[in-house]
C-alpha cells in the first residue's frame, strides 16, 4: 500500500507496511498493487487537484515498481465508503462502518 500525493506538481509516493484499514485516511489517495490489478483509493476528503491526478500517480507507481509492470496494468478507482470486496479482500479486518464515525 502507498500513500500517494502531488506536492508542487510532484508525485510522492510512502510505502505503508503490514498495512490495516485504519491506515486509509479520508484526505488522501492510497494505491495497493495488486499484482494484476492497481487499486487507487480516494478519501472523500481530498482535493480535486490530487483527485485529477490520481491516474497519474498509479500510472506513475506501475512504472517505477521494482516488479516490472506493463502500463496496461488494469487500474480500479474506488471511492471511500464504495470499497467492492476484491479489495477488502486484501486487508485482514474490514469494518464497513469504520468510515462512518470519521
Known amino acids: 500500500l502507498y500513500l500517494a500525493t502531488l506536492i508542487q506538481g510532484q508525485i510522492q509516493l510512502e510505502e505503508i507496511f503490514a498495512f490495516e484499514q485504519k491506515d486509509l485516511t479520508p484526505d488522501n489517495i492510497y494505491l495497493l498493487d495488486a499484482g494484476s490489478m492497481m487499486y487507487v483509493w480516494l478519501g472523500n476528503l481530498v482535493d480535486v487537484e ?20 506493463t502500463l496496461k496494468l488494469p487500474i480500479c478507482i474506488i471511492k471511500q465508503s464504495y470499497e467492492p470486496i476484491s479489495f477488502i479482500g486484501f486487508f485482514d479486518k474490514w469494518d464497513q462502518k469504520l468510515f462512518e464515525v470519521l
Open 50 to 69: 490530487q483527485k485529477h491526478a490520481a491516474w497519474i500517480m498509479a500510472l506513475h507507481l506501475i512504472s517505477i515498481h521494482p516488479i516490472p509492470r
